[in-house]
């Protein structure tokens, strides 16, 4: 299996980013790390061995990044407002500088679909709803879609609009609206295991199709908890039965 690491000095972070590729050909399948983890971190969990037979029989290439949630939301030393600056930093990161990175190396038509697990659930999400001129799905796993469960209280136009459980429900936008209707890979999964909150994905699912948004809301049973198995799981079956 092809495995590259790229890097570059970020102007929207002021700071170097490392992204690993996997594979040559396929749709982009974009990666967003749990918690403060870095750009290898599925790989060390096994998710890219569990995806292998995708990336090496061509239907996925796969890009992977860095997080900075422990400069933003998880980073208890600093103000709640320059956590939510950086968020914010981080969002335009991936659309102004890991897009086109990823164009580069597949095509301009390339479909690109994000994915992540728990914190990176909610950052693909994000991501997602707020530009589906750029991002053609999500597959989010084991996520909470409300981002004030990461604020402590703090609350501001940033913390709204990164927080699709808030913006989406008053969503009338003529130009993203349409977009996000006619999308056909919105998978939203869950365990109901232990530290899983199937009901924020109900939630979730819930305003979506509020806002006719046709989506794909998935619960697996009590013997899925909130940890790796259970998403090295979903993934691979989602690659092979929805692509």
Known sequence: MRREIHGWYSPSLNKHMDVVVYGHYGFALLLLPTAAADFLEYERFLMIDAIHPFIEGG???????????????????????????????????????????????????????????????????????????????????????DLTTYTRGYWDDDVYFNSPMHYLKNLEDDYYLPQLRSKHHIHILTGSGSYETPEVSHALSGVLHQKQISHELDVWGHDMPHDWPTWRAMLPHYLGTRF
């Open 59 to 145: 239907k996925v290439k796969v890009f992977s990044i860095n997080s900075i949630n422990s400069e933003s939301w998880l980073n208890d030393h600093i103000h709640p407002r320059h956590k939510s600056l950086r968020h914010a930093q981080f969002n335009e990161y991936v659309y102004n500088e890991v897009v086109p990175f990823i164009r580069s190396f597949t095509s301009p038509g390339t479909p690109i679909i994000l994915s992540g697990a728990s914190l990176g659930a909610l950052h693909s999400a994000n991501l997602f709803f707020k530009r589906p001129d750029l991002i053609d799905g999500v597959i989010a796993m084991s996520g909470n879609y």
